[in-house]
C-alpha cells in the first residue's frame, strides 16, 4: 500500500511549503499524545552541511555496538520512505500509510506544512516501536524546525555552518548559526564541528547561557589524516579507519560523528567499524550501472553529488584535488551556481547545464550555463536534461577526467530512480 495518494494530499494543507513556527505542530502533536515526549534518547544534529553524512557515520556506529537506531533525515532522494528508517530498516509502506492517515484524521483538514506532518509521522513511528537511541536531523533551521519539539535530547551536534536558506534564517552567518543554534538545551552537551568564526563565537556565547557543555573540534576535540586512516583527539586519542564516504571533507563529518560517539560513551572498536561501513547515497557516490554510465567509454567514472551551496562547491574542490573533471549542473532557482561553481571552475574541463525536470523551481539551463561563463568556463553547453548531457560529454570522454553529476539532491534523486 502506497503512502504517495496520502501525501499528496497533504501537501495542500498550507499554502507554503517553508512557514516557520512550532504553533501548528504543537496542537497537532499534543492531540497525538505528544510522542515527541516518549522517544529513546535523541541526538539532535543541525548545521548547513554535513548533517546527513555525520548521521550517516553515527547510526553505523551506533549499530556496530549492537544498538537499535531510529533515523529521521530529509529530504528523500527516492522514495519517502528513507526520511524515516526503524531499526535499520526503511519504514514499511503499511505501517507509513497507516500513522499519515492517523495524521490526517486528527488534523481534520487545520493547515500544516508538509514538513511538520512528516516529522509528526517520524515521532509516532519512533514512539510506537522500542530503540536505543533516535539520531534527528533539523530540516532547515533550528530554533523554529518542527525537529524542535523533543524537549531534552541526549547530545545536539552541530555541522559547519554556510550561506543557505538566507531568506530564511538570515544574511549572515552569525544570523543563520542562531537560528541553529536553537535547538542547543539547558545542560545537554553539545558535538560542535568546523566552524567559521562568528558561527562559533555565536555558539560559545549560547552554550554558556544554557549551561551546555561544549564539544568543539579545535579546543576539546581534533581529527587529523594519517597513512592508516584517522587520528581523533578527544577524551581518548583514536586511531581508526579512513572514513567510508570520499572527499577529505568527511574527515571533518567522520571527527564530529566520533565525538557524538564518545559523548555516548561508544567504545574504540564499534566507533572503526562504523566509519569503515557508513553509507550515505549521492555524496560522490560513484555509479555503476544504469544508462547514464553505460553511454561513457569504459573506464570513464561516474560520480553523483547534491551538494548545492558555496562550501559543497569548496568540499569538492577538495576531492578533485587538482584533477580535471567534467560536470553535468543543474539547481534550484533557490540557489546560487555562481557561489557553488567558483570553487570548482580551475578543474573543470567541460560543463553541461540541465534543467532539473519535474521541479517547478528548477534555475533554467541558460542561468546555469551563463553563471559557469560568468566564472571562467569556456566549454559551456545546455542540455535537455541529464541523459543528454552524458551523451555530449561522451564524445572527448577520457579515462582520467571523471564525469560528475551534481548541483542539487532533486537532481541527485531523478539519477538514482533511473541509475541506482
Not at 528523500?76 to 535499520?88: K, P, Y
Not at 536531523?137 to 552541530?158: F, H, I, Q, Y
Not at 545546455?382 to 582520467?400: M, T
Request: aromatic share 6%.
Amino acid at each position: 500500500m502506497s503512502a504517495d495518494p496520502i501525501l499528496e494530499r497533504l501537501k495542500t494543507l498550507h499554502p507554503k511549503a517553508i512557514d516557520m513556527s512550532l504553533d501548528r505542530l504543537v496542537g497537532l502533536m499534543h492531540a497525538l499524545g505528544d510522542p515527541q515526549e516518549a522517544l529513546a534518547p535523541v541526538v539532535h544534529v543541525a548545521g548547513t552541511n554535513g548533517k546527513g553524512s555525520t548521521i550517516a557515520y553515527l547510526r553505523a556506529m551506533l549499530e556496530a555496538a549492537g544498538k537499535r537506531v531510529h533515523v529521521y533525515t530529509s529530504p528523500h532522494l527516492v522514495r519517502f520512505n528513507e526520511r524515516i528508517r526503524i531499526a535499520g530498516a526503511l519504514i514499511p509502506d503499511a505501517e507509513l500509510s497507516a500513522i499519515l492517515e492517523e495524521i490526517e484524521r486528527i488534523n481534520a483538514g487545520a493547515p500544516i506544512t508538509f514538513f511538520e506532518v512528516t516529522t509528526a509521522a517520524a515521532f509516532l513511528a519512533f514512539a510506537r516501536r522500542p530503540a536505543d537511541y533516535v539520531l534527528l536531523e533539523t530540516g532547515m533551521g533550528g530554533r523554529l524546525d518542527a525537529t524542535n519539539l523533543v524537549p531534552r535530547p541526549a547530545v545536539v551536534a552541530l555541522t559547519p555552518i554556510s550561506f543557505d536558506h538566507m531568506q530564511y534564517l538570515g544574511d549572515t552567518l552569525a544570523l543563520i548559526a542562531g537560528e541553529k543554534a536553537g535547538i542547543m538545551k539547558a545542560g545537554v552537551p553539545t558535538a560542535i564541528g568546523v566552524q567559521p568564526t562568528d558561527a562559533a563565537a555565536v555558539f560559545d556565547r549560547r552554550g554558556a547561557e544554557l549551561g551546555a557543555p561544549l564539544f568543539r573540534h579545535g579546543r576539546e576535540w581534533n581529527v587529523a589524516r594519517t597513512s592508516a586512516g584517522l587520528r581523533y583527539s578527544g577524551k581518548a586519542v583514536r586511531d581508526l579507519p579512513p572514513p567510508s564516504l570520499p572527499g577529505p571533507h568527511q574527515y571533518d563529518n567522520a571527527g564530529l560523528a566520533v565525538a557524538c560517539a564518545e559523548l555516548l560513551g561508544l567504545e574504540s572498536h564499534a566507533i572503526g567499524a562504523g566509519l569503515a561501513k557508513a553509507e550515505w547515497p549521492a555524496r560522490l557516490q560513484r555509479l555503476t550501472k544504469g544508462p547514464l554510465s553505460a553511454s561513457l567509454p569504459a573506464g570513464t567514472a561516474l560520480f553523483l553529488d547534491g551538494g548545492h551551496n558555496d562550501a559543497a562547491g569548496e568540499a569538492l574542490a577538495g576531492w578533485i584535488a587538482g584533477r580535471k573533471i567534467d560536470l553535468v549542473f543543474g539547481m534550484l532557482s533557490t540557489k546560487d551556481p555562481a557561489s557553488f561553481l567558483r570553487h570548482v571552475a580551475p578543474f573543470v574541463r567541460r560543463l553541461r547545464a540541465i534543467p532539473i525536470k519535474g521541479e517547478p523551481l528548477s534555475r533554467p539551463a541558460s542561468e546555469i550555463a551563463a553563471a559557469a561563463r560568468q566564472v571562467g568556463l569556456a566549454d559551456v553547453e545546455e542540455a535537455v536534461d541529464e541523459n543528454a548531457a552524458i551523451a555530449s560529454l561522451a564524445a572527448g570522454a577520457a579515462p582520467d577526467v571523471p564525469v560528475l553529476i551534481c548541483g542539487s539532491l532533486y537532481l541527485c534523486g531523478r539519477v538514482l530512480a533511473a541509475n541506482g
